[in-house]
């Protein structure tokens, strides 16, 4: 008889052979029907027609396709006593299943009674699908019974069934094999919810499993015994000394079968536990217990070689453990053996200056942690190869060549370090530059000689980072030039020469705002930077600033005409101008402001007063930015771990080297920012703890056809924008002239989804957005909605980006970053008003627009058949919805005209309401040759482009 049903097999011979992928979605729907079909008569099935289906069921869900019924049939065969019938209902229950089911409860039961049955390939079977499922049903009512099997196997007669054992020597490898697989169970129910294991009881217990003969037992009970330690270390103490035992065991003694060796290595997944195990304690005491440890330690740096083994899965394995070597030598710190820890050091500095990016990553993380606990002097040698790795192709690389730049620097080499910094900065990737901008700003400020070169530095940082300058950094600047009278001149100086100019970074210009507002007196009796001067700096980058900047220039224009009276008029025009602004904020200040010379000049003195210095006491919120722990893992790390029997010197002690030593900034008592520096003075975080995860290749495709179908989405009517397995965003849009409205939700598909952002690039300036905030957390199948207002401005031919990052949160507490650059579907189509014209006016108007800077054609091949109907839909449907009329008298069947006129929100110089652009244009089809050819026409040349490249883009 066949292992496999032949059904099944032509069944996936027929899908693999499907032409297309309609083809095999009616071969699916085909065989569903069939298998629901004989389901209803599930009585008549034989167990080879049950098995067959439910196989066919599985197959089909891993194709991506939605499985909704016959549960019942597969939950009928876990209760048979045939080994194939069990296997394929446990491996249906598994994938089709999830936590938290209606049919859990019947599961449950089932799973149970195979643990604690007489079948052994039942009890493997039950606890494979429980570690697979997981989930806090399983874990309530397993946990007992799978703790029984590891505690006391020989209570169960499980492995007495003298039909199923046939000797002792089958009956000890059936023991240890369900062990291991109960060892592997507890662990994921552990994981799922702690809470149901009291790991103090287990202490002893470990005692006994790691001294078991087996090393496939001991290798689970490590697996175990990590989880528990990284939880509460302090009660795992005492099984140091048995690991150290297997260490000696594995290199020493070498007491092991040739099964447990890999590549001539012996065991290494088991000595890379135990290894990092160690890692949670402090230096073992006891005489023998650290000599042996030494011994294990000598052994594994000598067989460490940088060049390349024979095979690739040899050197990874290689590699694995002498990393996880040098972590324990490291984390011992001063309590390590001096010439072992000098060894490290070398070979460290060898495998950050090899070729594979993967070893490189591994020795700069390494490397990291040592300048952290011991200080930057043992790694400063290998200054020129960290800073070499900033060029890296791998971004990873370089980000972690970047955190061990910024730990090993000092007043030695602070200047170099940030001068080196500071020529990457420009070409970083957007992924780093700003954790670089944060680090420049925190070494600049530690180890400045002098406070004119901090200044230079940072206002550099930012004329080469720009929006990546966060405003925790120059909030920061303009606490130092505050606390510092001796610098506000210069820097009152250098802000004025930075505005001068017709370009300037937002962020520059927000910091000149805060410095000239306050300190600007003390230039206004040199040439050119009188007060009108300053303010006409100001001025002329008003108009391109968010509204947070505006704001504060405003707050800034307000203390120049306080103190400058002949620009009191000049400005009191702005003010009036502001007073009707459809933004609250920046109405609000101008009323106030202009209301301001009426309540008394005594009141208006203490209120345009300059700002007092800042406390002493303030936190830097760039030092809280530094507090990010390592890459998320399942069990937490022995560096974010307390660790009581080791000294406390950790990764916070980056934060505290700093805080230590007194800076060079001055700070004195303060009161509250009437610029509104601070809105929160509480300290902002850093981001997630782990690269965050971006989009795969295989979704490009699907992201271009969702936002094509919300570009010409009814109004009011939500499209998916994007989705996967942990989210869904789902947008609805309606536009009236320059105005509109759009709708994003949020939907979540997983456990949690916690900080919560979607940003539009603040370079965005061809619209203005108002936001009604979506909350950042969303719970298990919860939705949250943001809800922005956006008014056109100008002329556009590209979407504007929304960024939208998160972190997923599971059940067992394992946090993973996701940061999606998306498009938001809003195109110049969108602020289109239809206007329709007959041949006699369309003509005259066509001609009109002729020429190379408003005229835009292609002729590109068409993704879908061109055929009479899809002309018909064209005119129907895709015209109305990009807001263009149709003209009349003009088209064939093979072609569509129409006409529309581009709004905004932007007032005509001569009056007479917003500036409106007209567009028009004719869509030729070319039936032999699948072809469109678009020419589109506008006074605008980047109408005529946006427009060319939406009607593309539907059909391309």
């Known amino acids: 008889m066949a292992t496999q049903p032949r059904g099944l097999h032509n069944f996936i011979s027929d899908i693999r052979n499907a032409p297309s992928k309609e083809e095999e979605r009616i071969r699916v729907d085909k065989e569903l029907a069939n298998i629901r079909v004989k389901f209803t008569s599930s009585s ?110 020989n209570a169960s007669n499980q492995f007495m069934n003298p039909t199923l054992i046939k000797s002792p020597e089958e009956e000890r490898a059936v023991k240890c094999s369900i062990r291991k697989k109960a060892l592997l169970c507890l662990l994921r129910l552990y994981r799922t919810n702690p809470e149901c294991i009291d790991v103090s009881d287990w202490v002893d217990q470990f005692a006994i499993l790691l001294a078991d003969r087996d090393l496939g037992v001991v290798t689970s009970a490590m697996s175990v015994l990590l989880s528990f330690a990284s939880s509460n270390p302090a009660e795992y103490d005492g099984a140091v000394p048995y690991v150290v035992e297997i260490l000696k065991r594995l290199l020493i003694t070498r007491q092991l079968t040739s099964d447990y060796t890999y590549y001539t290595i012996p065991s290494p997944w088991l000595l890379v536990k135990c290894l990092r195990f160690l890692q949670y304690f402090r230096c073992p005491t006891e005489p023998s217990t ?110 972690r060549a970047l955190d061990l730049l910024f730990v090993m620097t000092d ?95 937002e962020t520059a210009v927000a910091l000149a705002g805060y410095v000239l507002g306050e300190f600007g007196v003390n230039i206004c009796e040199k040439a050119g930077m009188s007060g009108y001067d300053q303010f006409a700096a100001l001025q002329q980058h008003f108009h391109r600033c968010d509204i947070k900047v505006c704001a504060l220039l405003l707050t800034a224009y307000a203390k120049i005409m306080n103190l400058y009276p002949d620009c009191h008029d000049v400005i009191m025009d702005i003010f009036q101008k502001q007073s009707t602004s459809g933004h609250l904020e920046l109405q609000q ?79 004195a008592t303060g009161e509250v920012d009437l610029l509104s520096l601070d809105d929160d003075d509480g300290p902002s975080t850093g981001g997630g703890s782990s690269a965050p995860t971006g989009l795969s290749a295989d979704v490009l495709p699907s992201l271009k056809r969702w936002f094509n179908a919300c570009v010409v989405s009814p109004p009011g009517k939500p499209s998916v924008l994007f989705e996967n397995d942990v989210i869904q965003i789902t947008v609805a849009s309606e536009y009236r002239a320059h105005q509109g409205r759009i709708v994003i939700v949020f939907n979540n598909r997983t456990d949690e989804i916690q900080d919560l952002k979607a940003v539009i690039p603040e370079s965005v300036d061809y619209i203005t957005v108002q936001r009604q905030e979506n909350s950042s957390r969303i719970s298990l199948a919860d939705q949250t909605k943001l809800t922005l207002l956006v008014q056109c401005m100008k002329p556009f031919a590209d979407a504007p980006e929304l960024i939208v990052s998160f972190t997923e949160v599971s059940s067992s507490g394992f946090r993973t970053n996701y940061l999606y650059p998306l498009r938001l579907p809003i195109t110049a189509t969108s602020f289109f008003d239809p206007v329709v014209l007959d041949k006699g006016n369309f003509m005259p108007r066509w001609k009109a627009l ?54 905004t929100g932007t007032p005509a110089p001569e009056g007479g309401g917003n500036i409106s652009i007209g567009v028009m244009m004719r869509l030729e089809a070319d039936i032999s040759g699948n072809r469109f050819r678009v020419t589109v026409r506008a006074k605008h040349k980047l109408i005529s482009m946006a427009l060319k490249n939406v009607l593309k883009a539907q059909y391309s």
């Open 850 to 903: 002729e020429g190379e800077d408003r005229e835009v054609q292609e002729v590109f091949s068409s993704a879908v058949p061109i055929t009479a109907q899809l002309m018909q839909e064209i005119r129907s449907v895709y015209a109305p919805a990009l807001h263009l009329g149709l003209a009349t008298g003009l088209d064939t069947d093979l072609t569509v005209t129409g006409c529309a006129s581009f709004r």
């Open 589 to 667: 200040r101008a009323c106030e402001y202009m209301r301001l010379p009426t309540v008394g000049q005594e009141i208006m003195e203490n209120v345009l007063n300059t700002m007092p210095m800042y406390s002493e006491n303030r936190d830097n919120a760039l030092l809280s930015r530094l507090n990010k722990g390592e890459e998320s893992t399942t069990d937490k790390s022995a560096w974010q771990t307390e660790k009581p029997n080791r000294p406390e010197r950790h990764e916070e002690e980056v934060s505290n080297r700093y805080e230590e030593e007194e800076p060079p900034v001055k700070a």
């Open 411 to 505: 007043r030695t080499n602070a200047e170099e370090v940030v001068g080196e910094l500071l020529l990457n900065l420009a070409s970083a990737d957007v992924s780093i530059k700003d954790d670089m901008v944060v680090k420049i700003a925190i070494l600049a400020e530690k180890f400045a000689s002098q406070l004119q070169w901090y200044l230079d530095t940072m206002v550099q940082v930012i004329m080469v980072a720009g929006d990546f300058v966060s405003e925790d950094v120059w909030h920061r600047i303009v606490h130092i030039i505050t606390n510092n009278v001796d610098l506000q001149e210069y820097a009152a100086e250098k802000m004025m020469g930075i505005v001068q100019s017709k370009y300037a970074p």
């Open 44 to 153: 008549s099935l034989n167990s080879y027609q049950k098995k067959k289906y439910i196989w066919k069921m599985c197959y089909i869900y891993m194709l991506g396709y939605e499985v909704d019924f016959g549960h019942m049939e597969i939950i009928s065969l876990l209760s048979s006593t045939k080994f194939q019938e069990k296997s394929v209902g446990y491996m249906a229950v598994a994938l089709l299943l999830k936590p938290g089911d209606e049919l859990m409860t019947l599961v449950v039961n089932s799973m149970r009674n195979d643990i604690i049955g007489n079948l052994h390939y039942g009890t493997s079977l039950a606890l494979c699908a429980v570690a697979n499922i997981g989930g806090m049903d399983l874990a309530e009512s397993i946990c007992p019974d799978v703790q029984k099997l590891i505690t006391n196997p």
């Open 290 to 399: 650290l000599e042996s440890l030494n011994d294990v330690i000598r052994k594994l740096i000598a067989r460490s070689e940088v060049a390349s083994s024979d095979t690739v899965n040899k050197s990874n394995a290689e590699h694995a453990i002498f990393f996880e070597t040098c972590n324990l030598v490291i984390s011992y710190s001063t309590d390590s053996d001096p010439e072992i820890k000098e060894q490290v050091v070398t070979l460290m500095g060898r495998f950050i200056a090899v070729k594979e990016a993967n070893i490189r990553y591994l020795g700069l993380e390494a490397m990291g942690r040592l300048a952290r606990l011991d200080g930057p002097t043992p790694t400063q040698p290998h200054q020129a190869t960290v800073i070499n790795s900033l060029k890296d192709a791998d971004v990873s690389v370089r980000k």
